[in-house]
């Protein structure tokens, strides 16, 4: 199932936040609240009050949505750097 979530993140400063919407797919409801549990920024992970809305959609609704929420640099993980030594770079002339 596609469901579509009006979230409230933090981090915003001293008791302020702001709404987003995210778009998640999900076997059902339990699965649903664990993945938002994991989700970065959103508050009351632990008792799920950060979560405003939750609206089960199509398909093509979900597509739609996430293609939207892609160029949002607010909504973007970062990506974590691997540990370890550098390569070296080899040069052949």
């Known amino acids: 199932m596609y469901y579509r979530l009006v979230l409230e993140n933090g981090h915003m400063g ?5 709404d ?32 405003k809305l939750i609206e089960p959609i199509t398909r093509d609704q979900y597509e ?3 293609a939207m929420t892609q160029d949002n640099p607010y909504l973007a993980r970062r990506k974590r750097k691997k540990k370890g030594r550098k390569k070296k770079e080899t040069i052949f002339h």
């Open 14 to 18: 001293a008791g302020k936040s702001i």
């Open 20 to 51: 987003t919407v995210r778009y998640f797919r999900a076997e059902n409801p339990v699965d649903l609240f664990s993945a938002v549990a994991r989700i970065p920024r959103v508050k009351g992970k632990g008792s799920a009050t950060g979560v």
């Open 64 to 66: 739609q949505g996430v």
